[in-house]
């Protein structure tokens, strides 16, 4: 690993309390800790996401049995679920897919500003959410999702932009933390929903919800602030989004490609293992909703410990090793989910959720220190590009692999191998830890 080195000098016009003094006086007096009221809206924004987002996962047994056309008598998937694994595969795939569109719509936030583009993201995205609730078929309901997918995934990551431009490097894996926590809140309440009232609450009440976090987008869009730091760019970024990357050179395009990598491979097992959960749990070991609840409430208490975990190992053992250690285990975690018995399950899922959430603040925090601000927020939408195509890979393989080897635990383990190959990618990039961003990717 090597470090990003800077000018020791602190020219006029420069914060002297800086490392290296290296911050504009304009930027470092508009600069905030990590509960500041900025941040704190940029995090509930992400738990509107996550709650939109994730209530088609959370709900997918209620989908399958809506929209089944299957019979019940059999052994099959398709008996046994409603909708065979190739199907529910292709249709969560095609949701995923959509998530493609985050890269323009996130590149707009590096012309036309950060709020601007997050609120009106998540204005869209919760808004097609609830009219998803009254889809007719199954392909409806893919179509309606996956319109609103790729705004929902922009909010979260120009969320995630604005925690780091909002920060010094002290609160930064902080704030990245909260928004990364936000996300996680938002996605645990459609699970929690649905199990404490015993699978009553079906996909369209739940989607129909929605309306709640739409109505409180005013008050939170008046505590947004737009960044000092997107503010100082003397010429915003004119260039289309893929211009834009490809106009990259040198340490940081290489970055980008490693990055991106890394992002393919965590995704590639975490969105399948995330998403078949709940079908696995309810319709394979026959656990009831209220059971499956039980893990998701467990969840909370230990993805906030993750959080916290994955947060002071980024600050003082590194961003690079934290996030390897995260995503590597992460691998294995999933396999276990899969592997047979609800014991596993929890275990496994559990475990999931712990390293998932460590690797959140080291991974952020490396996706934004490593590339200035002037397109920022477009190499956040192409990393979430990368995770889409992860995702989207993994939920073809997974659902095809599921369905010829009968078995949900063989898929996992599968999916496993390349996951774990690919960690040792991250020993390519530099270290970031206690560097500002004018530092770590200067203009």
């Not at 705004?151 to 902080?174: F, H, I, K, M, Y």
């Not at 190499?379 to 659902?399: M, P, W």
Request: aromatic letters at 6%; proline letters at 5%; glycine letters at 12%.
């Amino acid at each position: 690993m090597t470090t990003p080195g800077a000018d020791s000098s602190a020219p006029n016009g420069t914060d002297p309390t800086a490392p290296d003094g290296l911050i504009p006086v304009e930027v470092a007096e508009h600069l905030h800790g990590w509960r500041h009221p900025s941040i704190l809206a940029a995090a509930g924004l992400s738990v509107a996401a996550g709650f939109a987002q994730f209530a088609a996962t959370a709900a997918l047994p209620d989908v399958a049995d809506a929209f089944g056309t299957g019979g019940r008598e059999g052994t099959s998937l398709a008996a046994t679920t409603g909708l065979s694994g190739t199907t529910l595969g292709i249709g969560l795939g095609v949701i995923r897919l959509a998530s493609l569109g985050t890269l323009p719509i996130s590149g707009l936030a590096d012309r036309m500003g950060r709020r601007r583009v997050l609120l009106t993201s998540v204005a869209l995205g919760l808004a097609l959410t609830v009219l998803a609730a009254a889809s007719p078929g199954f392909w409806w309901f893919v179509a309606i999702v996956a319109l609103g997918r790729p705004l929902l995934s922009t909010t979260n990551a120009v969320a995630g932009v604005v925690a780091a431009e909002e920060t010094r490097t002290r609160d930064r894996t902080w704030a990245i933390a909260l928004v990364t926590a936000g996300y996680g809140i938002g996605a645990g309440l459609t699970a929690l929903l649905r199990g404490l009232t015993g699978g009553a609450v079906g996909f369209r009440m739940l989607f129909a919800l929605s309306l709640l976090p739409l109505a409180a987008l005013p008050f939170l869009g008046r505590l947004l602030e737009e960044p000092a730091r997107f503010d100082r760019v003397p010429n915003p970024a004119r260039l289309t989004s893929a211009r834009a990357l490809l106009a990259l050179t040198g340490s940081p395009r290489r970055q980008l490609v490693v990055i991106a990598g890394l992002t393919f491979a965590f995704s590639l097992l975490s969105g399948p293992t995330l998403t078949y959960l709940f079908l696995y749990a309810e319709t394979v070991l026959d656990m009831a909703p209220s059971r499956t609840a039980l893990a998701v409430v467990a969840a909370a208490p230990l993805g906030a410990g993750g959080l916290l975990l994955g947060r002071a190992a980024a600050d003082r053992i590194g961003r690079v090793g934290t996030a390897a250690v995260a995503h590597a285990g992460v691998a294995v975690a999933a396999a276990i989910t899969y592997s047979g018995t609800t014991t596993a399950l929890f275990c496994g899922y559990l475990g999931a959720i712990v390293l998932s959430s460590g690797y959140a603040p080291a991974a952020g925090a490396i996706a934004t220190e490593l590339f200035p601000t002037r397109v920022r927020a477009t190499v956040a939408g192409a990393f979430t590009v990368a995770g889409v195509l992860g995702a989207v890979t993994g939920l073809l393989a997974y659902g095809a692999l599921a369905d010829a080897l009968e078995s949900f635990g063989m898929a996992a383990v599968v999916l496993a191998v390349p996951v774990l190959a690919a960690t040792g990618l991250f020993w390519l990039l530099p270290e970031t830890k206690g560097l500002e961003l004018e530092q770590s990717a200067p203009e």
